[in-house]
């Protein structure tokens, strides 16, 4: 039985939408692994941050408008690009939770004494903003730590 001129047509409108949905979500995952790549186990900042949205802001143009049919593949990406200031917050918030697991050992005793630092001492030695202003009062420690 063959098929009818519609059917073919059909047949390899299916096959190009199939082949072009590959496509793009190939692009999505070597997007999302060359963003990942830069963040992973850093501090990002605002800068940095800029700088990775204008480096790859072609890249995700080409197949921003598939996010809806490919979140699952796409959730990440879409996230840095549109939704810059959260995502920053919540990547550097496990970045410096980890941190801070990581390396607290080397913050519980200072010059001989079990004095350590605070949470918030902590996450002011992980947090890596182009500009962080620091107040620290007489007698917290600023000449011992």
Known sequence: MSKTNEQLDDDDYYERTLATEEKIKS???KLKSKIKKNID??????SKSKNL??????DYKLIKYYKTQFYSEFGFVYDFFEKQTSFRESHNK?????????YSQFF??????????TDKQLEAVFTDE??????AGAGTGKTKT
């Open 27 to 29: 692009q999505c995952r």
């Open 41 to 46: 186990n850093n501090y990002l900042n605002f």
């Open 53 to 58: 949205v204008s480096k790859y802001f072609d």
């Open 94 to 102: 496990i970045y410096i939770e980890k941190c801070k697991r990581e």
């Open 108 to 117: 519980i005793k200072i010059d001989d004494k079990k004095l350590g630092l």
């Open 130 to 135: 182009d500009a962080s202003l620091i107040n």
